[in-house]
């Protein structure tokens, strides 16, 4: 049998682990779900006989590298900073790896020996990155085929709550990790190009320049600016292209409403406060206001956010139970941002029978025999339930697809790479459809610059 080794057991991994498992018999495989928590592994075998759970410190070096020379193709669902450990076994033991990561320095300087050992190192094959990158080079080679030259290419993608477990004023919930959307948009300003001009977007102002986006039977979103929306442009052969944008989407609202915490100062990560252990939710709020010796803290908080009473904004805030005086934060010498984190993984955690959505939504703008045209890319994916949600889906599905196409040569290019050859997308893209990861997309009219967007 042929052996896949998966290191990491977590939410991300579960419709990964089931989509192998449903396709072991046909496919011959055994898998080794391998985890620190021996628990968590044997979980999600469910004791199938073609899966064995093994506990697995990735930090043991002689652990871990049994682990991986036993294995036929290595799949990392590890935190991204770990990899590396395990990409240089797969080197040593000449071992395929997979993982949903970016592709970092250290694993980029693997490419030569990868190479040189006829090894595939597939990376950034989740969601974002993965099935963003490969429904873009979809539309982009399609277009090119034709003789069309790129003007515009905008990519936006989300993790949100489905409409019908959309519960709260922020219509937003944790489908993911929480730190991350608490730290977004942080080490940096963001930069895109916008009609030939390059623009950048301090973190300040992040959450006030927005575009706006309608998508067929979920209303209305928007979307800000990632930090570098010019990392892909030589890798996606956009060098010449007049606009390239990408952005992450939320509902109408969230972002301005997100901006008054940044403008306080509770996003930062970058010192601890003070006795934060015993700290109420109150006064973790009242550390970022000014003295006044009669003020409440509510009329202080809307006097400096100049909002009103009965502004959407302050119910927002009042939802969150922040003003609590008897709440304490319990986090010992903790950031602004793990406190705020903390206080919203409260409200906005994933209840028991909620579901997740993914939304994604390209913009191409190209000339063709003179015309100038434009193609709209938009996906929508529900998540099933707890375990399969649609964040575990579309991050590992995509990854479990490339290595049966790796393990069955029909994936052939060695070396440290992202999905964007036809040999990796055309494939996965065409099975993800039957799992419901469907792309609809529209003929529109170029607008070149969009009014819409609130930036110029």
Known sequence: MRTILIIGAGRSASS???????????ENLHLVIADLSLALAEKKTKNHP?????????????????????????????????HIEV??????????????SYISDAMQELDEQAKANGLIFMNEIGLDPGIDHMSAMKVIDEIRDQGGKMLLFESFCGGLVAPESDTNLWNYKFTWAPRNVVLAGQGGAAKFIQEGAYKYIPYTSLF????????????KFEAYSNRDSLKYRSVYGLDDVLTLYRGTIRRVGFSKAW??????????????????????????????????PTDSVEIKMRLILKIDQDDIMWDKLLELDLFNRNKKV???????????????????????????MIVMYHKFGYVLDGDEKQIDSKMVCIGDDQIYTAMAKTVGLPVAMATLLILNGKIKTPGVQLPIRKEVYQPILKELEEYGVLFHEQDMPYVGYNPDKVFS
Request: aromatic share 8%.
């Open 16 to 26: 990964l682990i089931q989509y192998l498992l449903n396709k072991s018999e046909s």
């Open 50 to 82: 073609n899966a064995t759970p093994i506990a697995l410190d990735i930090l043991d070096k002689e652990q871990r590298g049994k682990a991986i020379q036993n294995a036929t193709i290595v799949i990392s669902m590890l935190p991204a900073h770990l």
């Open 87 to 100: 990409a240089k076994d797969c080197i040593v033991y000449k071992k395929h790896l997979v993982t949903a």
């Open 208 to 219: 006030r320049r927005t575009e706006f986006l309608e998508v067929e039977g979920y209303g």
């Open 259 to 292: 901006n008054m915490f940044v403008q306080l100062g509770m996003t930062d990560d970058s010192y601890s406060m003070e006795n934060t252990e015993n700290m109420t939710y109150r006064q973790f709020v009242n550390s970022f206001l000014p003295y006044h």
């Open 330 to 356: 319990g986090l010992k010498d903790a950031t602004p941002a793990q406190i705020l984190e903390k206080i919203l993984a409260e409200s906005w955690s994933l209840q028991p029978n909620d579901k997740d």
